[in-house]
């Protein structure tokens, strides 16, 4: 370290601080408790912690927003954790043509600085306190998708803390350029996963196709406002009979209007499915929502030939709310509310869908949110809009493999009791691995399924006990990419300093 070097923040145990960190994760399971948090406010700062950590031997973990569902950061055997929470500028780089964002920005602030400042968006996730450092890593999927592809499809440049085989540590700047002799370590951040290359401390955005220098121009444009549509299903009617129904149309929908040339592009929908809760208010047993592009001439003819597919054959039990335009922050924001609504002890899955789940696994998703044998607060299942432009990209192009898919599926189980940990791990478990019976308990890509999303993090996919299918994790999550992926590793990481449960391999 320079005299000109600042050190990060050190916050150690018995620090007021302290408690603040250990516990800042979403996620209520997982508590860190390092013998430091290093919290950082620039790249000089981290390349300190990071040189520091690898000269005493000392495992290191990094953490952005704190949104992990693995427990990365609280793995007992850190002993460091580079934390760039704070790291949250946003500015338009003129020398790059970029708007350089740092890995600390949480969702909501990216897109009402983005949008208030430059009438753009990066099409990213919509939990409004997903922080930008691990979520562009892997891929990066939201509202936008379908027209605007993913986060990761609009990555100029990353900026990255690295460790050489000599341990030295430095920044290097990598790029989309194919001619950049970095290149591959930007192909790493654009579906790799974070935590397993080094330490992002600054991105760059710009669409490929953008032209000029005008920051206007940058990104996508997203509408000025969407049209919503809600459509509610209480639980006394939605039987099993009406879950096959409902199931069976929201997939055929998809699997018949996700080309990128559809009318249906700007229109992006998620089917919310909730567990039956724990006492004795059955609560509600589905909801549609759908946000399409407004400024269509044909927006409301759109949404209501969707909502009429999604609820055909299901009579007049759905309770189909008004239809309104919202302006497209606003309609962000109640998005962020809806996802960031379930807080306590969670454990999360999730996987890619090329067609509508088969009727055997339906009735398999009935029997498990129907029972009322299980130990958990809240458990869901939500299945969301893909496909369109996302999969306009080739499946090598970015290490987001996904590419030929038309929903995602989010699975998560949440309760507060710690004393209901194994039980109610165990009941998710079960559900996915007997939703998958066929595959081997997971979903081995193929004419179904295409994997899972690495930034939806679950341990049990690589575990015998979970997956019986005999294709290993790092395939179900980078299918044909991982190979690249460890190259990659090894070349940027080789002595292995960047590592978690889920990180990419050396070969």
């Known amino acids: 370290m320079t005299e000109h070097t600042p050190a990060p923040g050190i916050v150690r145990p018995g620090d007021d601080a302290y408690r603040g960190l250990a516990t800042r994760g979403l996620n209520e399971r997982f508590t860190a408790e390092p013998e430091a948090f290093h919290v950082a406010t620039s790249t000089a700062q981290v390349v300190v912690a990071v040189r520091d950590a690898v000269r005493d031997g000392r495992r290191i973990a990094v953490r952005s927003g704190g949104h992990g569902y693995e427990n990365t950061a609280g793995d007992p055997e850190v002993r460091v954790v580079i934390d760039l929470g704070e790291m949250r500028e946003i500015a338009w780089d003129a020398e790059r043509g970029a708007l350089a964002v740092e890995p600390g920005v949480r969702m909501a602030d990216l897109y009402r600085t983005l949008y208030e400042n430059w009438g753009v968006a990066l099409p990213a996730g919509d939990s409004a306190t997903v922080g930008l450092g691990g979520h562009v890593a892997g891929g990066g999927f939201g509202s936008l998708c379908r ?16 460790a050489d085989a000599d341990g ?20 790493a951040h654009t579906g790799g996963g974070g935590g397993s290359f080094g330490v992002v401390t600054r991105y760059w955005f710009r669409s490929p196709d953008a032209a000029g220098d005008d920051p206007r121009t940058a990104l996508p444009v997203p509408p000025a406002s969407v049209l919503t549509g809600t459509v509610l299903f209480n639980r006394a009617g939605l039987d099993r009979a009406a879950l096959h129904t409902l199931a ?4 055929r929908w998809h699997e018949e209007n996700s080309a990128a040339d559809s009318p249906y592009a700007s229109l992006f929908s998620g089917l919310i499915l909730n567990g039956r809760p724990r006492t004795d208010d059955p609560g509600m047993g589905a909801v549609v929502f759908a946000h399409v592009d407004a400024t269509r001439p044909d927006a409301e003819l759109l949404l209501s030939d969707y909502l009429a597919a999604v609820t055909e054959g299901l009579g007049d039990f759905p309770v189909v709310l008004p239809t309104e335009a919202v302006p497209w922050l606003e309609a962000k924001k109640a998005l962020a509310q809806a996802q960031d609504a379930e807080t306590g002890r969670q454990k999360v899955k999730s996987s890619f869908l090329r067609r ?9 998703l009935y029997d498990y949110l129907d029972s009322t044998d299980h130990d958990h607060d809240s458990a869901l299942i939500a299945l969301q809009s893909y496909g369109g432009r996302v999969n306009t990209v080739p499946a090598g192009a970015t290490a987001s493999a996904q590419r030929d898919s038309v929903m995602q599926a989010f699975f998560m189980n949440t309760w507060q009791d710690p004393a209901q940990d194994t039980a109610a791990l165990a009941w998710i478990a079960r559900l996915f691995r007997d939703l998958y019976a066929k595959t081997g ?7 179904a399924d295409q994997g899972c999303y690495v930034n ?9 006990e979970w997956n019986t299918s005999g294709v290993p994790w790092e395939e179900l999550y980078f299918l044909g990419n991982a ?17 978690h449960a889920l990180s990419v391999r050396l070969p």
């Open 147 to 162: 027209s605007a592809g993913l986060a990761a499809d609009h990555l100029l440049a990353v900026e990255v803390v690295v």
């Open 456 to 464: 939806f993090a679950d341990t049990d996919m690589a575990d015998p």
């Open 356 to 364: 509508a789940w088969t009727a055997e696994q339906i009735d398999t």
């Open 441 to 447: 308990g997971v979903p081995v890509p193929g004419d």
């Open 168 to 187: 030295e540590v430095r920044a290097v700047v990598a790029t989309r350029d194919p001619e950049d002799p970095h290149h591959d370590l930007w192909w």
């Open 483 to 499: 190979g690249r992926l460890r190259t990659a590793k090894a070349a940027w990481d080789p002595r292995d300093v960047f590592r």
């Open 248 to 251: 069976g149309n929201f997939g």
